[in-house]
């Protein structure tokens, strides 16, 4: 065989095999789409939130989209591409969507996972579609600025408090409208402290003086104090101006631990 003969049977064996992938059909998805506005509402203590879109459509006139999945995530930076790097806070599934079909508007309200460590954080919603190979993002919105989020709180003061001080009788009055937790289990020990310190309260009390405090019982899972009137002795101050707190202290492992607190909004002055 020249070799002419053989380059030519080799073109027409090469077109026969472009023919049959052409004719071979090749597995297409639908790729699920945002449309309309996003957005994203957390609830008291952030303990849910609701989030979803005008809506997601399959823009495919052909192929139907696997199980739809809609995220809403915490990340360090705005997403842009690929796989999502964050932390979940809650999610749903919707069914899939047949050729040119649509869910609208999309709204759901979830259970939310905090991130570990309070600090802002970018919010992004995420539409995945499942594939041969698993879900897969879609589609995605990223929520301009960020959102502080981190653990849920186990304890909460609750307003309105007011202290008064007494420098004759030497004690200061307390009153809290409530002291909550959310432990599955009966909390330690609890100490209520009153302080005054030279700047508005930031977890700081070196720069700041105890002026009375008041031990309470422990609490079982789901009880809490509610109307709280007590009386401690009272320290005073060197004179001048500060801002006061009330302080919420459980004894832990280690001693006591600050867990809650109450600040005034402006200074007192102490004479």
């Known amino acids: ?3 002419t003969r053989f380059l030519g049977r080799l073109k027409i064996l090469s077109l026969l095999s472009f023919r049959i992938l052409l004719l071979t059909p090749i597995a297409a998805h639908a790729n699920a789409k945002i449309y309309g506005s996003a957005k994203f509402k957390f609830g008291t203590g952030n303990s849910q939130v609701t989030f979803g879109c005008g809506g997601i459509n399959n823009p495919s006139t052909e192929n139907a989209t696997g199980t739809i999945q809609v995220r809403l995530w915490a990340l360090d930076k705005p997403h842009v591409s690929g796989s999502v790097q964050g932390k979940i806070l809650a999610s749903y599934k919707l069914d899939g969507l047949s050729p040119k079909a649509n869910y609208s508007p999309v709204s759901h309200t979830a259970a939310v996972t905090l991130p570990s460590t309070r600090k802002p954080y970018y919010i992004c919603l995420t539409v995945l579609e499942y594939k041969s190979d698993g879900y897969v993002v879609t589609d995605f919105r990223n929520f301009e600025g960020t959102t502080v989020l981190g653990p849920a709180k186990l304890f909460n003061l609750s307003s309105p408090w007011t202290w008064a001080a007494h420098t004759e009788g030497g004690i200061i009055d307390l009153n809290i409208a409530k002291i909550s937790h959310t432990r599955t289990a009966k909390t330690g020990t609890l100490k209520l402290a009153i302080w005054a310190t030279e ?3 930031d977890n700081d009390v070196r720069k700041g003086f105890e002026l009375g405090t008041v031990t309470k019982q422990p609490l079982d899972p789901g009880m809490g104090y509610t109307d709280v009137k007590n009386t401690a002795k009272y320290k005073k101050p060197p004179a001048g101006t500060y801002y006061v707190s009330v ?3 459980e004894f832990q492992d ?3 631990k600050t867990v809650a607190h ?3 909004a402006k200074p007192t002055v102490f004479k």
């Open 247 to 249: 302080l919420l202290y």
């Open 199 to 201: 700047e508005p309260y």
């Open 262 to 264: 109450l600040s005034d």
């Open 1 to 3: 065989m020249t070799t």
């Open 254 to 256: 280690d001693g006591y």
